[in-house]
């Protein structure tokens, strides 16, 4: 399996223009999970894998969710969403773009035991 190109890291400026939303709408969608970010401050930076669109990638808050209620912290699961995993043929993120929810809340689910 090939490895991934690293994601691009999207700034909050760039990421409220692609949506459609104000700042404060991003960082509020961060708060909420239905974003992950890295960094802080000015430094908060959003992987454009987590964007869909104008929208943010679906079901990406329930699959933090369960990560979160599972033992990560939010920059593992950024990083686990974001890793290729063999068991998907590529990372989280991708799948659930491309619409396989079940098969990667399955393998969160299984890592939370």
Same mark, same amino acid.
């Given at each position: 399996?090939?490895? !991934?190109? *690293?994601?691009?890291?999207? +700034?909050?400026? !760039? %990421?409220?223009?692609?949506?459609?939303?104000?700042?404060?709408?991003?960082?509020? /969608?961060?708060?909420?999970? *239905?974003?992950?970010?890295?960094?802080?401050?000015?430094? #908060?930076?959003?992987?454009? =894998?987590?964007?869909?669109?104008?929208?943010? #990638?679906?079901? #990406? =808050?329930?699959? %933090?969710?369960?990560?979160?209620?599972?033992?990560?912290?939010?920059?593992?699961?950024?990083?686990?969403?974001?890793?290729?995993?063999? *068991?998907?043929? +590529?990372?989280?993120?991708?799948? /659930? =773009?491309?619409?396989?929810?079940?098969? %990667?809340?399955?393998? =969160?689910?299984? /890592? *939370? /035991?």
């Amino acid at each position: 399996m090939a490895s !991934q190109p *690293a994601p691009t890291l999207l +700034t909050v400026a !760039q %990421v409220s223009e692609r949506l459609g939303l104000t700042p404060s709408r991003v960082h509020r /969608l961060i708060e909420d999970r *239905a974003l992950l970010a890295t960094g802080s401050g000015p430094g #908060l930076r959003i992987p454009d =894998a987590f964007i869909r669109g104008d929208q943010p #990638l679906a079901h #990406l =808050a329930g699959t %933090v969710t369960l990560l979160i209620d599972g033992g990560f912290d939010e920059q593992s699961a950024l990083e686990w969403l974001l890793d290729d995993h063999e *068991a998907l043929g +590529t990372s989280p993120a991708t799948a /659930l =773009a491309e619409g396989r929810k079940t098969e %990667v809340r399955r393998i =969160a689910q299984a /890592l *939370a /035991l």
